[in-house]
């Protein structure tokens, strides 16, 4: 197995170049567990950790490679509160968002803060350069993205204007260490603008954008307001029964937990 090394991004973004099919390397945390179901070693492996460049995080834009141990320490709300959940300290102190945004699985704990925020994706190639592509663009199904051949995720770009409250949650099969069987991030603005979004129950983040309008119409929800956007929120989904859980009950857990995550919002929620 052959195995580079670059120290920044021009380099890293040249070997790439030269190799599309090159396996690229951050935290390894999704790399090493594929190795380990016996799936074929990469021959050609580029290892991202030493560049620099990747670890930049200036208000919004949060460079690919930072950690998630950063950002549960970080002042992103729901972004910390869904990094908290990932996994051990080990995974949180080696995996990356752009790791994270890059595989693309419909579980990734930070993908519905990107689509309830309206995040981009940065990207950047050798020969393309950098352009910003918006979340509901560059996931595209399961563990798939829009990403050209030769293209690396650069960085995760949210919005300057963040909503007033936000908040995150999911529900495993035990309390930590878990993958979601259903995730939710829900906004609120100022201005009672309300966007909520889910992970787990579509083939890539989804919002549920009739729940979204009618209760954004509802500047103060009564029980009866909060009871229809639950239900919404379970009709929009697209769930599928497996090894984690059944059709009914994450279609049923997404009501739930996208309402609780409101009542959180309407609270002062958020950070």
């Excluded at 930070?110 to 560059?138: H, K, M, N, Q, Y």
């Excluded at 009564?222 to 059944?246: K, N």
Aim: charged share 25%.
């Amino acid at each position: 197995m052959d195995c580079e090394h670059p120290h920044d991004l021009d380099t890293a973004l040249a070997a790439l170049a030269d190799d599309p099919e090159a396996t690229v390397l951050a935290g390894g945390t999704d790399v090493m567990v594929d190795l380990s179901f016996g799936h074929p070693h990469p021959s050609h492996v580029i290892a991202l950790r030493r560049v620099a460049e990747l670890t930049e995080w200036e208000r919004g834009r949060i460079g690919a490679g930072v950690t998630y141990r950063r950002l549960e320490r970080g002042p992103a709300g729901a972004l910390a509160q869904a990094s908290r959940t990932v996994g051990s300290p080990q995974i949180r102190n080696a995996g990356t968002i752009g790791g994270n945004v890059a595989t693309a699985s419909p579980a990734g704990d930070t993908l519905p803060v990107i689509a309830a925020c309206d995040a981009a994706i940065e990207v950047a190639s050798r020969d393309g350069g950098v352009r910003l592509v918006p979340w509901s663009e560059f996931f595209v199904g399961v563990k798939r993205t829009s990403l050209r051949p030769g293209e690396l995720v650069t960085a995760v770009v949210f919005p300057e204007e963040m909503p007033a409250r936000h908040e995150f949650g999911k529900i495993g099969m035990r309390n930590a260490m878990v993958i979601s069987m259903v995730s939710a991030c829900v906004t609120r603005a100022a201005d009672g603008a309300t966007a909520v979004a889910l992970g787990s129950v579509a083939p890539t983040p989804l919002r549920a954008t009739m729940a979204e309008a009618m209760i954004s119409a509802r500047p103060d929800p009564d029980e009866a307001a909060l009871a229809e956007f639950a239900r919404l929120v379970s009709d929009e989904v697209r769930p599928i029964t497996d090894h984690r859980g059944t059709e009914a009950y994450r279609r049923h857990a997404s009501g739930v937990l996208a309402r609780r995550l409101l009542e959180r919002c309407l609270d002062g929620g958020g950070r």
